[in-house]
């Protein structure tokens, strides 16, 4: 096992050298044709006021030397300047990322406990009414996107009721457990039901696969009661996909994270990501994409360890 943790450690480095020199190839792509130097000194500047930005952002320099820089800067934990806030885009990071992963963690909490116990309901009564209406339900989730579901939301339980704030982030050191929670519950939701969904027919599915095998109705053969078949026998063995379901899903709670932050007006990693790439801030958007990059391959090297629990040969 800990030569499985090791080499995907070292495969992780060449992935996300590639994933930031695909990230510069495309921002130097939607920059062609403008100058950034001009845009950052604003209407009005003078010639040497936009060489004068250019020399000092290196903008002059080609790009494979911008990006070897950016490399060996990134090493060392410097991740640049915004051009245009001036900012320190590693500060930038850490002042976004707290509401981010807190939406992150709902979502997958949330994710977990309506999934997984809609598809092991739906998987033990096969072909019921009750299977039916989860495959159903999770078809019709799946087919709403985030920012959709977060306005449905928004309008039934905090303009209609008033019981949950529309918009805003409270961070759990200054309003509490409670208000932190108050202000994650809707935009988490909205984030989840695809995944939710998503996991509810992946659930399903294994655990009626693992239900056929031969070693669940020799358990059953045995005298076995149903409740000692399937959380014994069958869960463990059908774990393995519902595992690496639930690792994908991280990359997809990231990716939607963009527009339901911008519904529940959340200044999170999402909403930072846009911003640069509106602003077409380079070293911010390079931040960005590297962050999100390590949390997936930190999600997949934790899934891959998994597997040594749920399957004893792969801890070999």
């Given amino acids: 096992m800990l ?65 070897v820089d950016w490399v060996l800067n990134a090493v060392t934990g410097d991740l640049g300047t915004s051009l245009y806030s001036g900012q320190p885009v590693t500060e930038a990071l850490m002042e976004r990322i707290w509401p981010t992963a807190s939406l992150a963690l709902w979502a997958i909490v949330l994710t977990i406990i309506i999934g997984i116990p809609l598809g092991v309901w739906a998987a033990v009564r096969q072909g019921s009414l009750v299977d039916r209406f989860v495959t159903t339900l999770a078809s019709l989730l799946m087919s709403v996107p985030p920012f959709v579901l977060g306005l449905v939301l928004v309008i039934m ?30 935009p988490s939701l909205a984030l989840a039901a695809v995944s939710a969904a998503e996991m509810a027919r992946q659930t399903r599915g294994s655990i009626v696969d693992t239900l056929s095998k031969d070693y669940v109705r020799t358990a059953r053969a045995k ?84 597997y040594g629990y749920l399957n004893p040969k792969m801890r070999t």
């Fill in 3 to 67: 030569k499985l943790v090791v080499s995907r450690i070292f495969a992780a480095i060449p992935l996300l050298l590639l994933v930031a020199f695909l990230s510069f190839v495309l921002l130097e792509l939607a920059n062609r044709g403008t100058d950034p130097a001009a845009r950052i000194a604003g209407e009005g500047a003078s010639p040497e006021q936009i060489a004068m930005v250019r020399e000092n952002l290196n903008l002059d320099s080609p790009m494979i030397m911008r990006y």
């Fill in 223 to 306: 005298g076995l009661s149903e409740q000692s078949v399937l959380w014994k026998h069958t869960m463990k063995n059908s774990a393995v996909s519902i595992v690496t379901v639930l690792g994908l899903q991280m990359g997809r709670i990231l990716g939607g994270a963009v527009t339901v932050e911008f519904v529940f007006a959340i200044s999170g990693l999402g909403m930072l990501g846009y911003t640069a790439v509106i602003q077409r801030d380079l070293p911010m958007v390079q931040g960005v994409v590297i962050v999100s990059a390590i949390v997936v391959l930190v999600c997949n090297l934790l899934v891959d360890m998994s």
């Fill in 157 to 186: 339980f905090a303009i209609t009721r008033a019981w949950l704030p529309a918009t805003g982030y409270v961070s759990l050191a200054d309003g509490g457990f409670v208000e932190w929670a108050r202000h994650l519950i809707l």
